[in-house]
Nanobody
Framework: QVQLVESGGGSVQAGGSLRLSCEAS????????MGWFRQAPGKEREFVAA????????FYAGSVKGRFTISRDNAKNTMYLQMNSLKPEDTAEYYC????????????????????WGQGTQVTVSS
């Protein structure tokens, strides 16, 4: 059973950058497809980005494509989300998620497809 812990959230002005980390323990990290989701107050949780177990395939929501970069270091059991050119509408609680998969190139886009979740880290972007 993998456990996930996010870190790196904080407050930043519009146009700034943050890097979120998601450290995993209790599983073989490279065998998990990973994703980032976010949830703003009063809104549903939404997909942000996904990465395959090998790290070779990534996918982004249209709202963050070109500004955010998802990556992973399987040797460090850690996934990252580099967020640049932040906007006030990026303000949300950010969650990392994992799902075991036998296919290193597989990734998932729906929150219902993930089986393991972190506790979240808050990102606040002021105008």
């Amino acid at each position: 059973q993998v456990q996930l812990v996010e870190s790196g959230g904080g407050s930043v002005q519009a146009g700034g950058s943050l890097r979120l980390s998601c450290e995993a323990s209790g599983g073989t990290f490279g065998s998990y497809a990973m994703g980032w989701f976010r949830q703003a107050p009063g809104k549903e949780r939404e997909f942000v980005a996904a990465i395959s177990g090998s790290g070779s395939i990534t996918f982004y929501a249209g709202s963050v494509k070109g500004r955010f970069t998802i990556s992973r270091d399987n040797a460090k059991n850690t996934m990252y989300l580099q967020m640049n050119s932040l906007k006030p509408e990026d303000t949300a609680e950010y969650y990392c998620a994992a799902r075991a998969t036998a296919y290193s190139g597989r990734y998932y886009l729906g929150s219902i497809e993930y089986h393991h979740w972190g506790q979240g880290t808050q990102v606040t972007v002021s105008s």
